[in-house]
């Protein structure tokens, strides 16, 4: 009945190669027909689930409500606002024919709601009485601009949250920002154990429409760079091109303030690649499905007096359980079964182990056995999560500080992205000159400008001999 379901690469040697098997053998996702758009699984849909329900709760907190938009966007409304059309045109897909009948006018298929939402936003507020109005969407959007597609980190179709905010002044609608980057930052730290640093998009990397953008970026394994979520301050640029106003306290006609800003399901794979080893999944335990498994090892025999004390342990255990009970596998398949599915603790139980009042723990990180007393299983099991929680965010951490490299030469750049780091560089943010740096250094792109980093004074570009403005970012990216 046994047969082999192991990662057959590690994940050193080809990275590429054992995500693709981890996402297939973990019983994540699969693909389908359509080039580019996957099926979630039950596995993963679960940890996007409780993703979601950690940052719903916060936002309801914020007092953001959920609503649902059209998925279907007519193309008079993308014309509206140039700078987003322009941005998102080569994402755009069109429904053009509604059977054998041709539309009379094309239709785009969501790659984000701002045009969609935005005429209704212009025909509900007309006083100042209406704002703020703070309204978030979770639902999936389709972007049809690559060819490559990888599981969750790239797909045509994807899911996250969409938030669109109103506030009647620029004060209070950039007031919003440090909060949503804080409920965004800690739903990676508190639940994915990944570690990200906030800071400003280039006007180049900037959302297309917005003022600015804020970004969490965060640093790969594999020597990438990847944007986590977003916040876009849109100052009254979507205002002015869909006719929000509203009469402020004096009477008079204002132009209203907006933001918007995300989170996705690429987190789920950054997760994956951030935390995994060569044996599968390591999942954090508080987003994981399975917290623990419990392995009994019994022969026919002893069966009975095993299971029952095995039973009796998921009972004590106020955590996701998992008893696995099935006849026909031996211990040490179930035991690789469950490594690669990620599950954060393994606990043993057997005959011998019931003769010594004892039962077998067992981290999915490091692999370290500890044989603790039946009676103190429960405490022990929620110690040993809360530590691998927290050691999987510190590893992360680590891993992003010891990628950084300072420099200010474009030669020690393109050395830095050569040996797959991500560079810190000053830069007078010029889009001329980042496209420069762009073909330089083949590939790399800005990350994003770190809220804790300063230009020192007198500091030159990395590229050219103007004065830097900011320190930014720069490394290859998926």
Known sequence: MEKQKGITVKKEEDMSKWYTEVIQKADIADYSDVSGCMVFKPYIYEMWERLKE???????KLGIKNAYFPLFIPEKFLNKEKEHVEGFAPEVAWVTHAGETKLDERLAVRPTSETIMYPSYANWIRSWRDLPLKINQWNNVVRWEFKHPVPLLRTREFLWNEGHTVYATKEEAEAEREPIINIYLNAMKDLMAIYGSPGFKSEKEKFAGAVYTCSIESFLPTGKG????????????????YDIKFKDENEKEQYAWQNTFAITTRM???MILMHGDDNGLVLPPAIAPIQAVIVPI?????????MKKAEELKKELKLRVELDDREG???G????EWELKGVPLRIEI???????????????????KEFVKLEDVKEKADKMLEELQKDLYKNSEKSFNDSIVEVDSMQDLMDAVNDKKMALVPFCNDPECEDWIKDKTGGATTRNIPVDKKVKKGQKCV??????????YVAKAY
């Not at 057997?350 to 370290?368: C, F, S, T």
């Open 268 to 270: 789920l794979g950054v």
């Open 54 to 60: 950690y940052v719903d709760k916060e936002f309801k």
């Open 298 to 306: 019994f022969k026919e025999e002893n069966k009975e007096e095993v």
């Open 226 to 241: 990847i944007q986590g979520p977003d916040f876009h301050h849109d100052g009254q640029n979507f205002a002015k091109a």
């Open 350 to 368: 057997g005959p011998k182990d019931i003769e010594k009042g004892q039962a077998v723990l067992v981290r999915r990180d490091n692999r370290k």
């Open 329 to 331: 596998y031996s211990p």
């Open 333 to 336: 398949w179930k035991y690789n």
């Open 463 to 472: 590229h050219c001999p103007k004065e830097a403005k900011v320190m930014i």
